[in-house]
């Protein structure tokens, strides 16, 4: 009889944990970014929210979408390989956006390529964390999702300077090269990124110590997903109505604890519903249609909001009807569990 396969919860899997922290250190953190080394080019074009939001609409759904083909690749080939092909598309991407000049050429490499090279690596690193770890899974997944902190802390201002210093063309060869290794309140740019990475550094902490507290503690990853879900509906509603960079970089700091923790456990509350009812073969696909609904979403509500800013002219604004739809989220949660715990 063939022995099941066990996560054996460490050794060899650190050194996994450690190569998908890098890996996320140069790729997935470059989302955040995207408003400091776009958005003056973009108005250059003569593009602005409505323009800006199509070009991160189009990313999340080639993201999403991704999952449609994904499982599949990861199935096929490895989670490493998987993650190898994922860097050589966003790295290949951000070099084609150096290039670009007009709107169309911008959505075709960033969006589109750039999309689905994160898709593969969320997915691909995800995966390989998954067999490596059972009861050690969360503070694993914190720890690789670390590198993405760490880049969030790095990134806007290293992208800050080097537009001080460059041009953007040469600002998005150099990203572009790192990513091969593996405007609101009326902020200045430096001040932008100070936010940004007063953000980032709270989300890092938090990707490291929240998971491990998690674990020890045996909570529902769902429910700490619903909890931290409804804590950053209050923190982005408070950031909303920051006028001042003090203020709001307090606020940022919040927004990244509850940000971190929504993150971290998406995947595993999916990972979580696959193990409840026996079916942890089925976790790539799940995670693919999980990206795919996402897609979905992004496609019919994402632009929705981009034309809204333009048409309000108020970030504000736009925040809160974010987190109308957040709540709309949370509630349909709570009804789900209370008539499964009520069956």
Excluded at 281 to 308: E, H, R, S
């Amino acid at each position: 009889m063939r022995a099941s396969r066990v996560p054996p919860d460490g050794g060899f899997g650190w050194v996994v944990v450690a190569g998908c922290a890098l890996v996320n250190v140069f790729n997935q953190s470059l989302v955040s970014v995207f408003g400091l080394m776009f958005a003056d080019y973009l108005a250059s074009l003569g593009e602005h929210a409505f323009g800006a939001a199509l070009v991160m609409n189009v990313m999340n759904i080639s993201l999403n979408f991704s999952g449609l083909i994904t499982g599949p690749i990861i199935k096929h080939f490895n989670p490493r390989k998987a993650a190898i092909l994922g860097s050589l598309l966003t790295g290949t991407a951000l070099s084609l956006c150096s290039y670009s000049t007009k709107l169309w050429q911008i959505v075709l490499s960033y969006s589109v390529t750039f999309g689905f090279g994160l898709g593969l690596i969320q997915s691909s690193t995800f995966v390989a964390l998954n067999s490596y770890f059972r009861h050690r899974k969360g503070r694993a997944v914190g720890f690789a999702l670390a590198g993405t902190g760490i880049g969030q802390i790095l990134m806007p201002l290293l992208v800050q300077y080097l537009l001080s210093n460059f041009n953007f063309r040469d600002t998005t060869l150099i990203i572009g090269g790192l990513a091969f290794n593996g405007k609101s309140a009326n902020l200045t740019m430096l001040e932008a990124a100070n936010c940004m990475s007063v953000l980032s550094t709270t989300d890092l902490i938090t990707r490291i110590t929240v998971p491990a507290f998690v674990d020890r503690m045996e909570f529902s990853h769902r429910t700490t997903f619903l909890l931290a879900g409804i804590c950053l509906v209050v923190a982005r509603s408070v950031m909303a109505e920051m006028r001042s960079l003090v203020p709001l970089m307090v606020t940022s700091a919040f927004y990244g604890i509850f940000r971190s923790i929504t993150i971290v456990n998406q995947n595993l509350t999916v990972a979580e519903y696959c193990g409840e009812r026996k079916i942890e073969k089925m976790l790539p696909n799940a995670l693919g249609f999980n990206m795919v609904t996402k897609g979905i979403l992004v496609l019919t509500l994402g632009q929705i909001l981009g034309w809204f800013a333009d048409f309000t002219g108020s970030y504000s604004l736009n925040l809160h009807a974010q987190n109308l739809l957040l709540v709309t989220t949370c509630v349909l949660w709570l009804c789900e569990m209370y008539f499964k715990d009520d069956n």
